[in-house]
């Protein structure tokens, strides 16, 4: 069964740019997660989709954006970014309700 | 406002020993709590969880101890081993929010020494 795909896994912008990264999750799981992880932050929830419908949202300005298609892959999108959008971004997908999330390698987004 | 943490950035121990690694939450709706572990360059990984109802949970060389009163948990690696040298998060769910919400800490670096 294949994993979580993320694409692209590395990438350099300069600030005021905007990026689009795509998550592909595994087979027959319907919701989708994306996370930041920056140096000493841990991971920030920042959003959550199920059924093409955003059901749970972090604490990110709307320069964060995502959406789902009916086929599960799921794309956010950053606009106007800053220097400190600079992170790794984690997508997971999972399957059943128990918080047993499967992450992808993430894309690794440098802004400049 | 870190709901979850993580106090201690790094862990060191001897192959064979235990490794004991700690979190505190400070919200008390939390009730699904979970371990991840993540090496450099790949995606965190499920490792163990545990429910509120519980105190303990046990996995092979892993067990989860909850402590609802001090709002604290551990992770108990034993035996340590090398390959277990990784950082290790963990994570709340309040279950409500439905589970792809999770609040993780910021992690800790463990070091298993041959």
């Known amino acids: 069964k294949a994993g979580v795909t993320q694409t692209p896994r590395y990438l350099i912008k300069t600030r005021g740019q905007q990026v689009t990264l795509s998550c592909s999750p595994i087979?027959?799981?319907?919701?989708v997660s994306w996370y930041q992880q920056t140096p000493g932050q841990g991971l920030q929830f920042l959003f959550e989709y199920f059924s093409e419908t955003q059901r749970n949202k972090g604490n990110f300005p709307g320069r964060f954006s995502g959406r789902q298609f009916s086929n599960s892959r799921s794309e956010m999108n950053v606009s106007t970014l800053e220097l400190g959008d600079s992170a790794l971004y984690l997508c997971?997908?999972?399957?059943?309700?128990?918080?047993?999330?499967?992450f992808g390698e993430g894309s690794r987004l440098t802004v400049l | 406002d870190q709901q979850v943490k993580q106090n201690s950035p790094s862990l060191s121990v001897q192959e064979g020993r235990i490794s004991i690694l700690n979190c505190d939450y400070t919200?008390?709706?939390?009730?699904?709590f979970l371990w991840y572990k993540k090496y450099p360059a790949e995606g965190p990984t499920f490792l163990i969880s545990?429910?509120?109802?519980?105190d303990k949970n046990e996995d092979g060389r892993f067990t989860v101890f909850l402590n609802k009163s001090a709002k604290h948990l551990s992770l108990h690696i034993v035996p340590s081993q090398p390959g277990d040298s990784a950082v290790y998060f963990c994570a709340a769910s309040d279950g409500s929010s439905n589970t792809g919400k999770l609040i993780f800490g910021q992690g800790t670096t463990l070091q298993v020494k041959p």
């Open positions: 545990i429910s509120s109802i519980k």
């Open positions: 087979s027959g799981h319907r919701s």
């Open positions: 997971a997908s999972s399957f059943r309700n128990t918080g047993e999330l499967f």
């Open positions: 919200n008390s709706m939390f009730d699904y």
